[in-house]
T-cell receptor
Framework: QQPVQSPQAVILREGEDAVINCSSSKALYSVHWYRQKHGEAPVFLMILLKGGEQKGHEKISASFNEKKQQSSLYLTASQLSYSGTYFCGTEKTSYDKVIFGPGTSLSVIP | NAGVTQTPKFQVLKTGQSMTLQCAQDMNHEYMSWYRQDPGMGLRLIHYSVGAGITDQGEVPNGYNVSRSTTEDFPLRLLSAAPSQTSVYFC?????????????FGSGTRLTVV
């Protein structure tokens, strides 16, 4: 079952912060986060395993709440290069397929 | 390393034709998957594989076949192309297990069925 992402789209000015949420109705083993720029392939940002860990990647970090089956991606002090569509992908077990959400379009303007 | 290589990059097919999209990776990754992405849409899983000789269906498998005879290659076959299969197709691979192993995607194949 496809995870739900919110918001669908967000527009930020440089330097502003954003949060993108991903939730599932099923128990999850892991949550992946990817960014895709227009006309390009998705690029892996980070993966979080059940256990409620939080990970960081430059000014982009994420958390995973195992009890709520929710993950959030935090983008701080946004830069123009952060523009793109962000996808979360979920796995139910460690040997399972990764199902992606519909994506969140993020636009950073000067 | 070349990473994940997809061929062709562009293809136009007539309705009813068949073809194979090629995907090869040189990273010795166990997991490989095929996704399709329609305009303004997310990534929908077609088929996936957790190792040579093992494949399984994803969300939208109808009209597609796969096989995984080697770790490196994971071709996707369109049996009888239909206009609804017009899409961008991405192949992706990753290592098994661990908290740092996300998918590496190929550059995609843009397929148009007329």
């Amino acid at each position: 079952q496809q995870p739900v992402q919110s918001p669908q789209a967000v527009i930020l000015r440089e330097g502003e912060d954003a949060v993108i949420n991903c939730s599932s109705s099923k128990a999850l083993y892991s949550v992946h986060w990817y960014r895709q720029k227009h006309g390009e392939a998705p690029v892996f940002l980070m993966i979080l395993l059940k256990g409620g860990e939080q990970k960081g990647h430059e000014k982009i970090s994420a958390s995973f709440n195992e009890k709520k089956q929710q993950s959030s991606l935090y983008l701080t002090a946004s830069q123009l290069s952060y523009s793109g569509t962000y996808f979360c992908g979920t796995e139910k077990t460690s040997y399972d397929k990764v199902i992606f959400g519909p994506g969140t379009s993020l636009s950073v303007i000067p | 390393n070349a990473g994940v290589t997809q061929t062709p990059k562009f293809q136009v097919l007539k309705t009813g034709q068949s073809m194979t999209l090629q995907c090869a990776q040189d990273m010795n990754h166990e997991y490989m998957s095929w996704y399709r992405q329609d305009p303004g849409m997310g990534l929908r899983l077609i088929h996936y594989s957790v190792g040579a000789g093992i494949t399984d269906q994803g969300e939208v498998p109808n009209g597609y076949n796969v096989s995984r005879s080697t770790t490196e290659d994971f071709p996707l076959r369109l049996l009888s192309a239909a206009p609804s299969q017009t899409s961008v197709y991405f192949c992706a691979s990753r290592r098994r297990g661990g908290s740092n192993y996300g998918y590496t995607f190929g550059s995609g194949t843009r397929l148009t069925v007329v």
